[in-house]
C-alpha cells in the first residue's frame, strides 16, 4: 500500500463520502476523509478475523466494561496499519499537515480513569494478540465533563464529542435487542414470568480495533439506548409538545452520560439501569451468536469467557441465568454452573466506600426477576458451603452486594497488581478465599506500548529501533537490549537529547495554553490522575510549598530548577478533592509570581486532563509522582507509562510500584513512606498527625503559611478547614509520610544534578519495563482465566 493509493482514497472519501472539494473542506473533513481512508484497510482484517473465529469454532472474550478511555484514534490506527509515514506524505500532498489532523479529533473520554483506559490498552493487546474478543460498552453521548478553572476552582461543561463527526463508529443495524425493566414477576404453568413495565431499545455502534502489525481487528460493540415505542404523536397533537418526546428521552437517557465517580458510588437507579443496560445487550447479543453459529447452549463455556471490568456489569450472571432458565427452560444448578464456567470477576478497589451495594428495594423494582435469582443464589451458595459464616453473603442487610454476588457467579476472581491480589485475599474477600481456595488469582495490570511508547514518544522509540532493531513493539520484554547500551555515553547522550525534545515540545505547549514560561532544563516532576485524598496531590503540593521557603530562605544554594506538573479532574461532588484543586491553584498563582524563585521553581495545573493531554505530558516527564498511601491504589498504570517513557517513581510500596521497584531496582527509584502494615499500626495511634507534625519543622511551617492566609490572602481563613484535616483528620497519612517524602526529593535533586546518573536511571528505566505491557497481562488472562492459548505473536 503506498501513500499514492491511500491519496486516492482520501480524496474519494472527500469527494464522495463528505461530497467536499478540496479547496472548501475543512481540517475537520480532511481528519475524516483521512479516517476512513485507514478505516477502509482495517475492514478486510477485521472481517477475515471473525470468519476465521467462526470457522474454527474457536472461543471468544467477551469484555465487559461501563467505561472504555479510548482518546483519540487516527493515530492509533495508522500506526498499527505500517502506514503513519504514508498517512504523512499522503496528506503533504494534499497541502495538509498530519500533526494538525490527528490534533483535530475529538478525545474519546467514555471513561474516568484507570479502569477505563486499561480496558482500551486490553482491547489494543487483544487485538496484537490476535485473540478473538468483543468489548462492550455503552456509546455514552456525553463523556466525562470537559474541566475548567474559574478563580481557581474547577468548573464543569458537557463533553459534546458527537458534535464532530466520529468516523470509527460503525451503525450495526441488525444487532438490537429490547432491555427489559420493572414490573412484576407471576407464575404461569409453574414458572416464573417476569412482565416488565417499561422497555429500551439498545442499538449496537462497532468500532472496529486494529492491533500491532494490522493483521487482526476485533470488535468494541458500545450501545446506545433508543425508545421502543415510537414518538407519541397523539399527545403532541393533543397540545402536549414536551409530552410526545418523554418516553423517547427516558430511553435515551441510559446512553446519555457517563456518571463522573469514581469512587464513592451513590446508589442511583440510572446508574443500576445502566449497568443493566449494557449487561443485559452484552448478553443476549452472546447468546444470540453463540446460537447463530449452531453451538447448543451447554457448550457455551467451550466458546465464551465473560470478564466482569470490576462490579459494574455484575448482574451478567443472574442475566444469562435468567435467559437460560427463562427462556431456555434450564434448571437452576445447571444454568449456575454454565454461569460460572463462563465468568471471571477483575476487581480493582479496596476502597470500602467504592463498593457497590443496591438496597433490595431499588434493585428489587427495577430488575424484579433478577431480585429472586440473586436471592436463589445467596442461598445455594450457602446450602453448597454451610460453614459459610453468617456475616457472609450476597444478600445481606437489606443490600445486595454486587462483590460478592460476583465472586460467587465466577470461575476466577481476580487482582490487578501482587500487592492488591493480596489483599483482596486477606481483607476484602477472606471468608471467600477460604471457601474457595484458588479463586482469586492476579493478573498484574498493564498498558499498551503502541500507544504509550511508539504513538507518543516518537523521539525515543526512533532510538529504541535504531538500537535494537525493530519489532519490540509487540515484544516489550526485548527492550532489555538496551541495558548494554546504557553503559555507552552516546546511548545515554541521545536518551537525553529524545527527552530534551519532548521537554521542549511539552514548554512551548504549555506556554501557548496557559502563558508561563518554563525551562526545558529544568527537573519536570509530574503527578497526572484523577483527584483524591488517597492519591495524595496534596502531600505533593506541601512539599512543593516547603521546597519554595527553603529557596527563598536560601536562595544561592544550588537549588535544582523544578516545574510541578499536576493534571487531573475530581467527581463533581468530591468537596474535599475539589478543595485541593484549589489550593494547588492558589498556590501556583503566588509561586510562579515571584521573582526569588523564578528561575528555579514553577507549578503548572493544566485544566482538563485528558487522554491526550497524558500522551503530552508523560514522554516529557523527570520524575513520576506514585505517592498513594500505602495499600490504596489498587495498581496504578500511569506508573507504568511513566516508567516505560523513562521517567523513574517516586513512590510508596503500593499498588504496581512494588513490582516497577522489583524490576527496576532499589538505586533507579526513590522509595519513601510507611508500608501497608506501618500504615496501619500508624493509624492505631490517635495523635499521628500531630506527632508527625511536630517532629518536622519544613511540615510545621508550611501548615503555618497556609494557615495565615498566604495563598489566599483575598481570604485569608480560606484553607483553615484543609489545614485542621492534617492535624485533626489525617486519614491517608499526609503529615506521616511527609519527612520521608521530603528527604526522597531530596535524592531525586541530588540524582537529577548528576546528569550522567540520571540518564542512567532514565534509560534503565525504559529497559526495564518490558513487564508492564498490556500483552504481558493479556496472555496472563487467556492463560489462567479465559483458558485460550496464546499464540507465539511477538515472542518469538
Ligand atoms: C461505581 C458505581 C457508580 C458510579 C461509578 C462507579 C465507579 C466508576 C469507576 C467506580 C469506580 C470506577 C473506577 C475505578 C478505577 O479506575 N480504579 C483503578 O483501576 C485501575 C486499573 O486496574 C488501577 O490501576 C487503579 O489503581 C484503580 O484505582
Not at 478473538?132 to 478553572?149: H, R, T, V
Not at 477460604?434 to 493478573?443: D, E, F, T, W
Request: aromatic fraction near 8%; hydrophobic fraction near 40%; glycine fraction near 8%.
Amino acid at each position: 500500500m503506498s501513500h499514492a493509493s491511500l491519496t486516492d482514497d482520501i480524496l474519494r472519501h472527500l469527494t464522495f463520502t463528505l461530497a467536499q472539494t478540496p479547496e472548501g473542506a475543512s481540517r475537520q473533513d480532511w481528519r475524516v476523509a483521512l479516517s476512513l481512508a485507514l478505516r477502509d484497510r482495517i475492514l478486510v482484517p477485521w472481517f477475515e478475523a471473525d470468519a476465521k473465529v467462526r470457522a474454527a469454532g474457536g472461543k471468544r472474550v467477551y469484555y465487559l466494561s461501563m467505561e472504555f478511555l479510548i482518546g483519540r484514534l487516527l493515530d492509533d490506527a495508522a500506526i498499527n496499519l505500517g502506514l503513519q509515514d504514508d498517512a504523512r506524505r499522503a496528506m503533504a500532498a494534499l497541502g495538509q499537515d498530519y500533526a494538525d489532523l490527528v490534533e483535530a479529533e475529538p478525545d474519546a473520554a467514555l471513561g474516568n480513569g484507570g479502569l477505563g483506559r486499561l480496558a482500551a490498552c486490553f482491547m489494543e493487546s487483544m487485538a496484537t494478540l490476535e485473540c478473538p474478543a468483543f468489548g462492550y460498552g455503552i456509546m455514552y453521548e456525553y463523556g466525562l465533563f470537559k474541566q475548567g478553572f474559574k478563580d481557581g476552582q474547577q468548573t464543569e461543561a458537557p463533553d459534546d464529542w458527537l458534535s464532530r463527526p466520529n468516523p470509527w463508529g460503525l451503525v450495526h443495524p441488525a444487532a438490537h435487542y429490547i432491555i427489559p425493566f420493572k414490573g412484576e414477576v407471576v407464575t404461569e404453568n409453574d414458572r416464573p414470568v417476569w412482565r416488565p413495565s417499561e422497555t429500551v431499545r439498545a442499538e449496537a455502534r462497532d468500532v472496529p480495533v486494529i492491533g500491532w502489525g494490522g493483521t487482526w481487528a476485533n470488535t468494541l460493540r458500545l450501545w446506545r439506548a433508543e425508545p421502543t415505542t415510537p414518538f407519541d404523536l397523539t399527545r403532541f397533537n393533543r397540545g402536549d409538545h414536551v409530552g410526545g418526546a418523554e418516553a423517547e428521552m427516558q430511553a435515551r437517557s441510559l446512553s446519555r452520560v457517563l456518571y463522573p465517580d469514581d469512587t464513592s458510588y451513590q446508589g442511583k437507579e440510572l446508574r443500576l439501569k445502566q449497568e443493566f443496560f449494557l449487561t443485559s445487550a452484552a448478553i443476549q447479543d452472546i447468546l444470540a451468536r453463540h446460537l447463530a453459529e449452531g453451538h447448543t447452549l451447554n457448550d457455551l463455556p467451550d466458546h465464551v469467557a465473560i470478564q466482569m471490568n470490576d462490579t459494574h456489569p455484575a448482574i451478567a450472571g443472574p442475566e444469562l441465568m435468567r435467559l437460560l432458565m427463562d427462556d431456555h427452560g434450564m434448571e437452576f444448578a445447571d444454568a449456575i454452573a454454565i454461569a460460572q464456567k463462563c465468568l471471571g470477576y477483575t476487581n480493582h478497589t479496596l476502597l470500602p466506600e467504592a463498593l457497590e451495594r443496591w438496597a433490595t428495594y431499588l434493585f428489587g423494582s427495577v430488575l424484579p426477576r433478577h431480585m429472586q435469582i440473586v436471592e436463589q443464589i445467596n442461598q445455594w451458595h450457602l446450602q453448597t458451603h454451610p460453614t459459610r459464616p453468617h456475616y457472609v453473603g450476597v444478600v445481606k442487610h437489606h443490600e445486595v452486594r454486587m462483590g460478592e454476588l460476583a465472586f460467587v457467579t465466577s470461575h476466577k476472581v481476580n487482582g490487578v497488581s501482587a500487592l492488591h491480589t493480596d489483599l483482596v485475599k486477606k481483607n476484602l474477600f477472606p471468608e471467600l478465599e477460604a471457601l474457595h481456595p484458588g479463586r482469586i488469582v492476579n493478573q498484574t495490570n498493564g498498558v499498551t506500548p503502541r500507544r504509550w511508547l511508539r504513538m507518543c514518544n516518537p523521539a525515543l522509540s526512533g532510538l529504541i529501533t535504531d538500537t535494537i532493531g525493530a519489532g519490540w513493539e509487540a515484544d516489550l520484554d526485548r527492550l532489555r537490549e538496551l541495558e548494554p547500551h546504557v553503559e555507552h555515553r552516546s546511548f545515554r547522550h541521545a536518551f537525553g537529547a529524545a527527552k530534551r525534545t519532548n521537554k521542549v515540545h511539552l514548554s512551548n505547549w504549555l506556554g501557548a495554553e496557559m502563558g508561563v514560561k518554563i525551562d526545558p532544563d529544568a527537573m519536570f516532576d509530574v503527578q497526572i490522575k484523577r483527584i483524591h485524598e488517597y492519591k495524595r496531590q496534596l502531600l505533593n503540593i506541601l512539599e512543593t510549598v516547603a521546597r519554595w521557603k527553603a529557596i527563598r530562605d536560601n536562595p544561592n544554594a544550588g537549588w535544582v530548577p523544578r516545574v510541578t506538573i499536576f493534571g487531573g479532574k475530581s467527581a463533581p461532588g468530591y468537596t474535599v478533592a475539589k478543595e485541593v484543586i484549589r489550593f494547588i491553584n492558589d498556590v501556583a498563582v503566588v509561586i510562579n509570581a515571584d521573582p526569588v524563585t523564578r528561575d528555579l521553581l514553577k507549578v503548572v495545573f493544566p485544566p482538563d486532563y485528558n487522554v491526550s493531554m497524558a500522551e503530552r505530558l508523560i514522554p516529557a516527564a523527570d520524575l513520576s509522582e506514585q505517592i498513594s498511601t500505602a495499600g490504596k491504589e489498587a495498581s496504578g498504570t500511569g506508573n507504568m507509562k511513566f516508567m516505560m517513557n523513562g521517567a523513574p517513581t517516586i513512590g510508596t510500596l503500593d499498588g504496581a510500584n512494588v513490582e516497577i521497584l522489583q524490576e527496576v531496582g532499589r538505586e533507579n527509584f526513590f522509595l519513601f513512606g510507611l508500608t501497608t502494615e506501618e500504615v496501619a499500626a500508624r493509624r492505631e495511634n490517635p495523635d499521628h498527625a500531630k506527632e508527625a507534625i511536630e517532629a518536622s519543622q519544613p511540615l510545621q511551617d508550611v501548615l503555618q503559611m497556609v494557615v495565615e492566609g498566604r495563598f489566599s490572602p483575598d481570604q485569608p481563613d480560606r484553607y483553615h478547614g484543609l489545614v485542621n484535616r492534617v492535624w485533626y483528620h489525617d486519614y491517608f497519612l499526609v503529615a506521616s509520610d511527609f519527612a520521608s517524602y521530603l528527604e526522597a526529593q531530596g535524592e531525586a535533586d541530588r540524582a537529577f544534578a548528576d546528569p550522567d546518573r540520571w540518564l542512567r536511571m532514565a534509560a534503565l528505566n525504559t529497559a526495564r519495563s518490558g513487564f508492564f505491557s498490556s500483552d504481558r497481562t493479556i496472555r496472563g488472562y487467556m492463560t489462567d482465566i479465559w483458558d485460550i492459548a496464546p499464540t507465539t505473536r511477538g515472542t518469538a
